[in-house]
């Protein structure tokens, strides 16, 4: 593995790793509020952004790299409203699929075909996640100030399994 590549790997494992600690802190946000629904997604989520970060360390392992971990940073702990966590959840994945879709660019231009085979698997899972928060900020703006809704959108976020 290439350093260049080996590097932004790296990188990429503390950002999958920040968006765990993000959505964690967006569930505990939610069990604050008594939207345990919402907070039982988030701690799905949380879960399955952790998976992501094994998947790329396990890579850099595999292939004879060197895993070399980043600082975290301390995600936000207080939001507006279910939305604006729904919100910043979208704008997030949206980030993270510019940061795989620069991550796959490079490991073409470094002929680094193991690499890329293996980012291929994220852009596909990037589809489904922004995907996924995008249809959430749209049933929680059809929502709006409804509580009886809020409410009913609680419920069926909680019905999320871990294999969704």
Do not use: C
Not at 29 to 57: D, V
Not at 148 to 163: I, K, P, V
């Amino acid at each position: 593995m290439k350093k260049a590549v080996q590097d932004a790997v790296n990188d990429q494992i503390r950002n999958e790793l920040y968006a765990g600690y993000m959505y964690l802190a967006m569930s505990a946000h939610f069990e604050h509020g008594n939207l345990e629904g919402f907070a039982r997604w988030m701690r799905l989520q949380a879960q399955e952004e952790l998976e992501h970060a094994m998947r790329l360390y396990d890579h850099v392992n595999r292939v004879g790299g060197r895993v070399t971990l980043r600082a975290i940073d301390q995600p936000p702990a207080e939001f507006e409203s279910p939305l604006d966590v729904f919100r910043k959840a979208l704008e997030h994945e949206r980030e993270v699929t510019k940061m795989i879709n620069e991550l796959f660019e490079l490991a073409r231009s470094e002929s680094d075909y193991p690499t890329e085979l293996v980012l291929q698997w994220f852009i596909d899972e990037q589809v489904e996640e922004e995907d996924s928060a995008s249809r959430a900020v749209d049933q929680l703006e059809l929502a709006g100030d409804n509580k009886a809704a809020l409410l009913m959108l609680d419920r069926s976020f909680g019905q999320r399994s871990g294999t969704d």
